[in-house]
Antibody, heavy 118, light 111 residues
Framework: QVLLQESGPGLVKPSETLSLTCTVS????????WSWIRQPPGKGLQWIGY???????KYNPSLKSRVSISAEMSKNQFSLKLNSVTAADTAVYYC????????????WGQGALVTVSS | QSALTQPASVSGSPGQSITISCTGT?????????VSWYQQHPDKAPKLMIY???KRPSGVSNRFSGSKSGNTASLTISGLQAEDEADYYC???????????FGGGTTLTVL
């Protein structure tokens, strides 16, 4: 059973950088694609981006200039950084495994609420 | 990039069947067999219910089925149960630079 767990600050100030880490257990991140998805309060899901352990990354064009996703292979973790945040970035952030050939996100973390406020 | 279009809400009585539609374009839903559906209960993470348009992951009830016609995908839930009350989201690979596109979500109410 693959388990994902998000961790990081729950409060970030405007213009600063949001940083979250996803720890994967029950499987290695050195296979599959790993993704971040967010959900503003009361709203729908938005795909942020994904990474492959080889370093290949793809990002949502609406966030591309502010986002980066990277892996820490030795810790079986991958991370999200979103800079220059505003209140519009307040959301629950989920990490998830993407089965890219099947087009589905099959394992999800429980989600981490990040609030952008001074 | 606009989200895929879903009805805001649908409802049905226990035992009935309902269908949720998901409309995209020839650049996403209509061009790839990569539509997936997710169930989300309040304050819970989404759960994969359908992938590759119409395939069910192991453990998902066969009351859930997916289909597609042209640029519109559909999720059908038969034999509605109270536990099916949740939000449902479709998702598709998109040939445009967005890559993975979600629908706006549909709230299912079991009357």
């Amino acid at each position: 059973q693959v388990l994902l767990q998000e961790s990081g600050p729950g409060l970030v100030k405007p213009s600063e950088t949001l940083s979250l880490t996803c720890t994967v257990s029950g499987g290695s991140i050195s296979s599959y694609y790993w993704s971040w998805i967010r959900q503003p309060p009361g709203k729908g899901l938005q795909w942020i981006g994904y990474m492959y352990y080889s370093g290949n990354t793809k990002y949502n064009p609406s966030l591309k200039s502010r986002v980066s996703i990277s892996a820490e292979m030795s810790k079986n973790q991958f991370s999200l950084k979103l800079n220059s945040v505003t209140a519009a970035d307040t959301a629950v952030y989920y990490c998830a495994r993407l089965q890219i050939a099947l087009g589905g996100f099959d394992y999800w973390g429980q989600g981490a609420l990040v609030t952008v406020s001074s | 990039q606009s989200a895929l279009t879903q009805p805001a809400s649908v409802s049905g009585s226990p035992g009935q069947s309902i269908t949720i539609s998901c409309t995209g374009t020839s650049s996403d839903v209509g061009n790839y067999n990569l539509v997936s559906w997710y169930q989300q209960h309040p304050d819970k993470a989404p759960k994969l219910m359908i992938y590759e348009d119409n395939k069910r992951p192991s453990g998902v009830s066969n009351r859930f089925s997916g289909s597609k016609s042209g640029n519109t995908a559909s999720l059908t839930i038969s034999g509605l149960q109270a536990e099916d009350e949740a939000d449902y989201y479709c998702c598709s690979y998109s040939a445009s630079s967005t890559y993975w596109l979600f629908g706006g979500g549909t709230t299912l109410t079991v009357l």
